[in-house]
DNA sequence: CTCCAAATAAGAATTATTATTATTTAGTAA
DNA sequence: TTACTAAATAATAATAATTCTTATTTGGAG
């Protein structure tokens, strides 16, 4: 259970040689718990109850590192503040203009017609580094949810 | 010429109602004569020369007026900041991680493939509006320039 | 021309993020 | 175990990007 899950954790963390420290355990565990796509200062808000003493610069380096180490994502968003996405496997986001909302939109047929249509394509001097389709709409009812068929 | 440019940009901020201000005038035309994407304190930089008494202030000020009045784009970036974009056609873009640069990737082709795909998925209590590809990468020269076939 | 709502300049304030530095600690090895 | 040390953290200052405030100016209607 509780152990378990901090296991797999610092086996994450020891496979990419991070030293396994409270501050990285409890950042990662708020990322990805959550699929919300949260800032660095909501992370800080979600965990400082439990970590009165952790620092927000420390959220701040923590998930940098974790970006490098490619543990998680970093994404710009309209609002202009980056947001931390636990997600890794390859997908979409829609940006609700007026929630400021993040959501997934995974498409495998999608991601394979995008990238069957691209190969074609020669770009010389560029390394394609991420190709990602960008929604951007705004919720009728700002209080229920989304859905697609 | 001079004077037909100038008669041009008088005619675009009177269909929106814009009092035709210098400053106006001058940021519309800065923004327009590159495709480059200015952050807000570059077009403060390519203007400010010839315009000593213009306020940064107001350069932010009037490319949000014009956002809002659909004149040009806002668009984010990697990078954090925001950047500006005359042109008003639906394209895409590539955003080159190494030198900060925003190029457009103007496709047709892909534009229809991505309205046909996606016009056949139901969102519900969503409004879209935009959908756009984002290329991300690195130039391998930075010094040389991209092309695409 | 006069007038005034709107725009601007200047600078303060805010927000997001990064840098600095003294202190603490995880992991290593005696 | 304990001692050591490089790395991580806390606290806070600094910076960068953007927005706000307010006194002054001005475009354009009448
Ligand atoms: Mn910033
Ligand atoms: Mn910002
Ligand atoms: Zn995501
Ligand atoms: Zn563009």
Redesign the interface.
Same mark, same amino acid.
């Given at each position: 259970m509780e152990s378990k899950k901090l296991n797999i954790i610092t086996n994450v963390l020891s496979a990419k040689k991070l030293k396994i420290t409270h501050q990285r355990i409890v950042v990662y565990q708020a990322v990805m718990e959550t699929n919300k796509h949260p800032s660095a200062e909501q992370v800080f808000e979600r965990i400082k109850d439990n970590n009165p003493s952790i620092s927000l610069a420390t959220v701040y380096k923590t998930l940098e590192t974790f970006v490098e180490n490619e543990l998680i994502n970093k994404v710009?968003?309209?609002g202009?503040t980056?947001r931390y996405d636990a997600k890794r496997k390859h997908h979409n986001h829609?940006y609700?203009?007026n929630t400021n909302e993040i959501l997934d939109y995974e498409d495998e047929?999608?991601s394979k017609?995008?990238m069957n249509?691209?190969n074609k394509? +020669?770009?010389? *001097?560029? *390394?394609?580094?991420?190709? +990602?389709?960008?929604?951007?709409?705004? +919720?009728? *009812?700002p209080s229920?949810?989304?859905?697609?068929?």
């Open positions: 710009s968003s309209p202009g980056m829609i609700i203009t047929e999608l017609i995008l249509y691209l394509k +020669k770009f010389s *001097n560029l *390394n394609i580094t991420d190709i +990602k389709l960008q929604i951007k709409g705004e +919720k009728v *009812n229920k949810g989304i859905s697609i068929t």
